[in-house]
Structure formats: structure tokens, C-alpha cells
């Protein structure tokens, strides 16, 4: 009986102590300590609580809740250049301890997040966030896909000035897609790691649920083409940058004259690039004659840097593109190209791109895409 009285008065001490950290507004909160150090982060907003998170040299973190976390988790880990992706629960209530019996309930307001450890040399917070978004239905409150509840809310939590700034430009981006946007844009209060058998869910079980398909996993995670070394330039500076003409195709969805434009016979070699942001998108390897008097091409260099949108314009149903770093109108795509050796067609326009020589890439900083260049 004096064992059982004492184990309550040990979880009791344990839980009030835990409290006091994540209230704690004036100092910062150590995190869980190793044999060498203990590390610290630096609150952000009024409370930062992750006990669990050693801070690794040339190591970065940020926190995504994108429906049940297992999925989230998958997809992070594939990515080259990420080192750790732990599960959790994010920004519920103070005075809870959360276990997954009571995050499911959906009353305690904690998210299931991942933790996303991260080498910026290898891979940009950029490609990470971009990443994200195509995962996720950023539409849907309290949901994604057939998982409902709170606990399912979408969000992104960063825990320091840098990653604020970059999600928050990312997100500025993303959010032009949509009439309606539900993601929590906030920084990181408390975060737990979730139950040991929800690490490494799907590593353990291959087949189980996953609300992200394999194909999408592998695609995203097929990173060619960073984004975070084409950063989208301010609205004036486009302005400033373009012509009239350039100005209104790239950013107000127009479509120049068919056979009257720059690269529609272009046959030179080398790289089609966004005008706006120099993201790469196409080679000059995959440019057919289509015979419609636009830039045609079969394949981008890299799936991951194009976003597909329904356009109902003319009375016609198509699927306009759009580059992922600049929200710039490209064109649309077409599927049951006959002239095409993959079937699909990107019919773009000139005035979107800027024609990069291959004797020119290595100057310009493309020198890694000579390789997709014939």
C-alpha cells in the first residue's frame, strides 16, 4: 500500500514540475540532458517547452501538424538532409501532460506534430515548407482526408526568428492559391514526444496507414532542384524587373501570340528558367515542336517545382501551372500529347521564361544541371 501511495506522490511531483517549466515566461527551458552538455532553447513568444530536443551543431528544427502525424513523419525522414523526424503532440493546453488516449479525444488542443531535425547546408527550410504543402489540404479545419478531430489541425510552429520569417514567406506564396487557408502560422509553445510505437511508424510497418501515398513520397522527396536558392522577389521588384507584356502573362495569367514570341523555335541548348525567380524548369533535352507555335515541353527537370491549378476561364476546363517558388503563370499542361514521348504536354509561354545557354549554366550557378542537358 506504502509503494502504490508513493508512486501517485512521484507522478504527481513529476507532473507539477513539468507545469512550471512550460510556464515558466523569464527563463529559458533546459531541454533533456546527455552525458557531454545540457542545451537550452531560447523561448519564443511567451513560453517554449521541448525537453526532449539537443541542440546539434549546423543542425535546425521546425514543427509541421499535417493531419495524422505518422504520414508527416514518413515523408520528412525521406528527405535528404534531414537527420531526425519525431512525433508529437504541439501547443495544447498548459497544464496537460498529453498521452495519445487523451489527444485523440480532442479536447486537450494539442496537435500531431513532427519535430523536423534538419542540415540547412544540405536542404533549405524552403523546400522543407514547400514540401509540406503538397501533403497537405490546407482548406480544412480540424481535418485531412478521412482523420477528424483537432487533433488533426494543420500548422506549422517555428521556434525562432529565421524560420518565422521563412514560413511566413513560403506561406505568403502558398496562400495566393486559395480562397480559403487554415493553417496555423505560430510559434512553437510546448511539444512531447508522442509513444514510443508511434516512432518510425510506417519504417516498422511498411503497409500501414498512411494518408500520404508512396508515389507523392517519392516524388517530393526526389529534391532537384532546391527552392531555397530561388527566393521570390517583392512584389515591386517583379514589377520593376519585367516588361509590360512579361508583367502580364507572369502575373496576371495572360497568354502571349502563338508563333510571335521568343523561344516558341528555339533549338538551342541549355535550360528554361522562371523569369521572375531563376528556378529551374525545363531542359532543353525534353522541347518538341508541337506545332502550336508555344514552348512545348514533354517533362520539367524537376515534377516538385511546378503547382497544378484547375482554370474554368474561356468556358473551357484546363490545368494551368505555376512555378512553386514564384507563384509565376507558366502556361497549362496537356495530357494525350500525341508529338510528346511522355503524353504530356507543358505548353508554356515565352514571356515566363528566361533561355539559360549551356555554355552559360556553370557562370550562372547551373553547373549541377548540366547533367539533364543533352
Known amino acids: 500500500m506504502m509503494k502504490k501511495i508513493f508512486a501517485i506522490l512521484l507522478l504527481i511531483a513529476l507532473m507539477a514540475s513539468a507545469c512550471a517549466a512550460a510556464i515558466n515566461v523569464d527563463q529559458t527551458v533546459p531541454t533533456q540532458q546527455n552525458d557531454s552538455q545540457t542545451e537550452t532553447i531560447e523561448p519564443m513568444g511567451e513560453t517554449m517547452l521541448d525537453t526532449t530536443y539537443t541542440k546539434k551543431e549546423g543542425v535546425d528544427m521546425i514543427y509541421f501538424a499535417g493531419g495524422c502525424f505518422w504520414g508527416i513523419e514518413k515523408l520528412m525522414q525521406s528527405i535528404p538532409g534531414v537527420v531526425a523526424a519525431t512525433s508529437g503532440y504541439a501547443n495544447g493546453q498548459v497544464d496537460i501532460l498529453p498521452t495519445y488516449d487523451q489527444v485523440v479525444s480532442g479536447e486537450t488542443g494539442y496537435r500531431e506534430t513532427v519535430r523536423v531535425e534538419y542540415k540547412p547546408a544540405e536542404v533549405s527550410l524552403d523546400a522543407l515548407v514547400f514540401a509540406y504543402y503538397q501533403v497537405i489540404d490546407p482548406t480544412t479545419e480540424n481535418a485531412q482526408g478521412n482523420d477528424i478531430g483537432t487533433q488533426y489541425q494543420t500548422g506549422i510552429y517555428y521556434a525562432d526568428d529565421a524560420a518565422k520569417e521563412t514560413v511566413e514567406r513560403i506561406t505568403a506564396i502558398v496562400k495566393e492559391r486559395y480562397e480559403n487557408f ?38 517530393i522527396t526526389n529534391i532537384i532542384v532546391d527552392p531555397g536558392n530561388y527566393p521570390r522577389p517583392t512584389d515591386e521588384a517583379i514589377r520593376a524587373m519585367l516588361t509590360e507584356q512579361q508583367y502580364n502573362v507572369t502575373q496576371g495569367a495572360g497568354t502571349e501570340a502563338a508563333f510571335r514570341n521568343e523561344y516558341w523555335d528555339n533549338h538551342a541548348r541549355g535550360i528554361y528558367v522562371d523569369i521572375v525567380t531563376g528556378e529551374p524548369l525545363f531542359s532543353s533535352s525534353d522541347k518538341f515542336d508541337s506545332g502550336t507555335g508555344w514552348p512545348s515541353f514533354s517533362k520539367g527537370i524537376d515534377e516538385n517545382t511546378f503547382v497544378y491549378i484547375i482554370d474554368n476561364s474561356f468556358g473551357m476546363t484546363r490545368t494551368e501551372v505555376l512555378s512553386r517558388s514564384g507563384n509565376t503563370h ?45
Open 330 to 374: 507558366l502556361g497549362h499542361v496537356f495530357y494525350n500529347a500525341a508529338l510528346s514521348e511522355t503524353g504530356t504536354r507543358f505548353c508554356m509561354n515565352s514571356s515566363s521564361l528566361r533561355f539559360v545557354p549551356y555554355e552559360e549554366m556553370e557562370a550562372e550557378g547551373y553547373g549541377y544541371l548540366l547533367d539533364y542537358v543533352d
Open 182 to 219: 487554415v493553417v496555423e502560422i505560430k510559434p512553437l509553445e510546448r511539444f512531447y514526444d508522442a509513444e514510443e510505437y508511434h516512432q518510425d511508424y510506417l519504417v516498422k510497418n511498411p503497409m500501414g496507414y498512411c494518408h500520404i501515398s508512396r508515389d507523392e513520397i517519392t516524388t
